[in-house]
């Protein structure tokens, strides 16, 4: 099944609105559009069924407007609805280490990092302390996808990973921004298995949680 149809499929529905929510959530919230047609963020074929989900921007929004489609028999749409803006990173902070000392500990490559002493993005200030993000899935996905993918991904040298965060501070980071269109917004679950892969690195998880955009009109 190519991904060409299934976003056609999918930008059908977000023009057509033949279903309800599609109606609702476009009454009070625009998608982003480029040459002409809603923008398309990613297409996520990960299921183990045949489901899909194609993730569309939603104009001066960090949630997004998600398609959900069957593709078998046919591809046919199942759901419309907002999908979280997730962040999930490993943060490691250190006020005593060099970023070259902390960077040689692992294989892995951070996604973002400064060195302490280095002059922050805003202002005039510099950093205090040395900071390496890894953040291996910035793309739209679903929480739970997220957080298995950063295991997945500190998996591939986890005695590395491990000395790292003996040597600094660290933790797993979440960020997420729900549409806060009823404000029924739902939550995040941790199943036995995710726990027990966090343990295995004696990591901590923090959340930050944030609810924006506009209601539902009655």
């Given amino acids: 099944m190519t991904d060409s149809l ?32 809603p923008k398309v963020l990613r297409v996520d074929k990960e299921s183990d069924d045949s489901s899909v989900i194609v993730y569309f921007p939603i104009k001066d929004e960090k949630f997004y407007l998600a398609v959900w489609l069957d593709t078998d028999p046919e ?12 962040s999930v990173y490993l943060k490691v902070t250190s006020d005593d ?14 996604t973002k990092n400064w060195n302490k002493g ?11 302390f040395t900071a390496l993000f890894f953040e291996p899935n910035p793309e739209p996905d ?3 996808d997220k957080l298995k993918k950063l295991l997945d991904f500190l998996d591939q040298d986890k005695e590395g990973i491990k000395k790292l965060i003996e040597k600094a501070d660290a933790q797993i980071q979440v960020a997420t921004t729900f549409h806060n269109g ?36 009655d």
């Fill in 6 to 37: 299934i976003i056609e499929k999918a930008i059908s529905e977000i023009l057509s609105k033949e279903f309800g929510t599609t109606e609702q959530l476009l009454e009070i919230h625009e998608v982003v559009y480029e040459n002409d047609k």
């Fill in 75 to 86: 591809i046919l749409v199942r759901g419309v609805g907002t999908e979280n803006y997730n």
């Fill in 97 to 110: 280490f060099s970023l070259k000392e902390l960077s040689k500990l692992t294989r892995l490559q951070s």
């Fill in 118 to 128: 280095d002059k922050r993005e805003k202002g005039n200030s510099v950093y205090s």
């Fill in 142 to 144: 679903e929480f739970e």
């Fill in 182 to 217: 009823n404000t029924m917004l739902g939550g995040h679950h941790l199943d036995k298995s995710i726990i027990k892969r966090i343990g295995s690195y004696n990591l901590a998880i923090d959340f930050d949680l944030y609810a924006e955009g506009n209601f539902y009109k």
